[in-house]
């Protein structure tokens, strides 16, 4: 293999980030604008990283029209680390929130709030169809502080594609696997998180909108860096951030805004991209998706052979051909090709290809 050649990258996270993106990093690498350093060895406090996290934050801004009632926070720990400092910050003494379970990402977030003793309340959960769809119904309460939902889930293959209705109680996301994947209606949300490992840029850190009026809510108690008090007054610079991965988020906002043309683009373009896979999974009996089909994933396309012995065959092949991470989830097995927003049209077509010939040597 060539020194820059890549492969079609279908990880589901860390994952694919754009080529040009890389390319930039790549030639600034040493020498980031004449500084005479890398991004990864200069001052957090200096003026070059200032302006790169400030670029970070206001390109965030702008792709969701985000306007001064919400803050942009760069959060160190992934997106694991918001599953505890949600309930931590947000889960008063008296208090019980809701959370919908949808997956296993769902059920670690349940865990994390139950270990600090916060009062959980289960409104729904599809944990007895094996998380294979998204629930439809739900047992709200009247006075939970927030709804918890993880809009992509991720190992499954399930996508939120309507909200749900919660009768003017805030939700909090887990959107580590569709942020900046499509617009949302912000208006539903206090708090929404995720790791930037999928569709933001390298692991390390996790990006945080929070509404403002969140921040009342806050006990006056928490370490330091727990609370997410500390990120809004300190913008996110307490400590040492994490200075190459919010320099790669900068870079991946800005080829969303500029290159692809903001979230409506990026929408269209996921959901053709999603389409043409599904299409090729329902064509005959030969793949199987696994998601019911009204909850489909635009970002995680999950699906089985009906001749599951042939699966290793199927993903080796798929390696050799330059089609890399299809294997599905270790507790779930089958097939996963993750198609976040920097996983190419020419990407999909190729997966779609390579299935198309395996079925006709193997039907
Ligand atoms: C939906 C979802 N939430 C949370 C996580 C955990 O993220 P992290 O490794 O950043 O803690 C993942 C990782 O795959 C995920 O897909």
Redo the contacts with the bound molecule.
């Keep these: 293999m060539k020194i820059d050649q890549r492969v079609h990258n279908f990880s ?2 860390p994952s694919a980030l754009p080529t040009e993106v890389m390319r930039e990093m790549q030639e600034n690498l040493l020498n980031f604008q004449g500084s005479g350093m890398s991004v990864m060895e200069m001052s957090h406090r200096g003026d070059h990283f200032m302006t790169i996290i400030e670029e970070a934050r206001t390109r965030i801004r702008r792709l969701y029209g985000l306007d001064e009632t919400w803050e942009v926070l760069f959060v160190h ?7 505890a400092m949600v309930p931590m910050n947000f889960i008063g003494q008296d208090q019980c929130a809701d959370y919908i379970e949808t ?1 296993i ?1 769902s059920t ?2 349940i865990k994390e709030a139950r270990i600090q003793g916060k009062g959980v309340h289960i409104a729904a959960t599809s944990e007895q169809d094996g998380f294979t769809q998204i629930p439809e119904t739900f047992d709200f309460q009247e006075d939970a502080p927030f709804v918890h939902i ?1 809009t ?4 499954r293959g399930t996508q939120w594609h309507n909200l749900p209705d919660t009768n003017g109680t805030p939700l909090i996301a ?4 569709d942020i900046l994947s499509r617009p949302i209606d912000l208006s539903r949300f206090g708090v929404i998180y ?5 569709n933001m840029g390298p ?1 390390g850190v ?1 990006v945080v909108l929070l509404r403002k009026e969140m921040l009342d809510r806050i006990p006056e108690n928490l370490p330091t860096l727990l609370s997410y008090r500390t990120y809004a007054e300190k913008e996110s610079m307490f400590n040492t951030p994490a200075t190459f991965p919010i320099y790669a988020i900068s870079l991946v906002t800005k080829w969303l805004e500029e290159t692809m043309g903001g979230l409506d683009m990026m929408a269209a373009i996921n959901a053709r991209k999603a389409k043409s896979l599904y299409d090729a999974i329902d064509a005959d009996w030969f793949y199987e998706g696994t998601a019911h089909a009204k909850d489909r994933s635009l970002m995680n396309v999950t699906f089985r052979l009906a001749r599951q012995e042939l699966e290793p065959l199927f993903v080796s092949e798929a390696l050799k051909a330059g089609l890399s991470g299809l294997k599905g989830h270790k507790s779930v097995g089958g097939i996963r090709a993750s198609i976040y927003n920097a996983a190419s049209e020419e990407a999909v077509e190729a997966l779609i290809d390579f299935m198309d010939h395996f079925k006709n040597r193997h039907r």
């Excluded at 992509?152 to 190992?155: C, E, L, P, S, W």
């Excluded at 887990?174 to 696997?177: H, R, Y």
Aim: net charge positive; charged share 10%; proline share 0%.
């Design positions: 589901a996270g720990g992934g997106a694991s680390l918001q599953f997956g990402w670690k977030a993880t992509n889930n991720t190992v887990d959107m580590s696997s995720a790791g930037a490992q999928k692991s996790a």
